[in-house]
């Protein structure tokens, strides 16, 4: 089991040792819950109530936090064996396109005797999200097979995991961060 993550992010999990749960709020300085008694919640186009913030980063781009009301955030887990279009997808880029400018597509192995997971189909219970929200997340796993998704409802720090790879033209291969190429590190 695998959490697949874009090369411009996995600097600040090794920084961490620990791969946070999103939405992650501690990117806006604030609890969930302080964000949730300060903004309004909107019904988009899929007529869910959610919140929605972005943050602009100090060293440039932004970060979106998007979360339903009371949703726990959580780490998302894969088994597949191909980088996932929800962590690649951008706009109308290829593929080739979205690795060059995502810095690359990096998995961290996790090993499940350390860390509780659990299935995509108990999302909505155990993270507190309605029906219809687990739908639109679904649709928007650009073709995902959702039977391989699974989630931990807390952190994983470097100790639950098992290796780093980094997805090579067409197979994932060992990756130590002292290797690192200087456009991910």
């Known amino acids: 089991m695998f959490h697949q993550i874009k090369g ?3 600097a600040d999990i090794l920084r961490d040792q620990e791969i946070m749960t999103t939405p992650r709020f501690c990117l806006a300085g604030k ?4 964000l949730e008694s300060e903004l309004t919640p909107r019904r ?9 913030l972005s943050i602009k980063r100090a060293e440039g781009g932004i970060d979106l936090l ?15 064996e191909k980088p996932i279009a929800s962590i690649w ?3 109308n880029a290829t593929f080739q396109e979205a690795e060059s400018s995502l810095k690359g597509f990096f998995r961290i192995g996790i090993d499940t005797s350390k860390v509780e997971v659990f299935p995509w189909r108990e999302y909505e219970q155990r993270a507190g999200v309605s029906k219809h929200w687990r739908r639109i997340l679904a649709e928007a796993a650009c073709g995902d097979d959702t039977s391989k998704w699974y989630f931990s409802l807390a952190p994983i720090s470097s100790s639950g995991w098992t290796v780093i790879e980094r997805w090579d033209i067409s ?9 690192a190429p200087s456009d991910t590190a």
């Open 89 to 91: 997808r951008l706009g």
């Open 8 to 10: 411009t992010n996995i």
């Open 44 to 52: 988009g186009k899929h007529r869910v109530l959610l919140y929605n």
């Open 171 to 179: 197979q994932w291969v060992p990756w130590q961060a002292e290797s």
């Open 31 to 34: 609890t969930q819950q302080e």
């Open 66 to 80: 998007i979360w339903e009301k009371g949703e726990r955030p959580v780490v998302w887990l894969t088994l597949a």
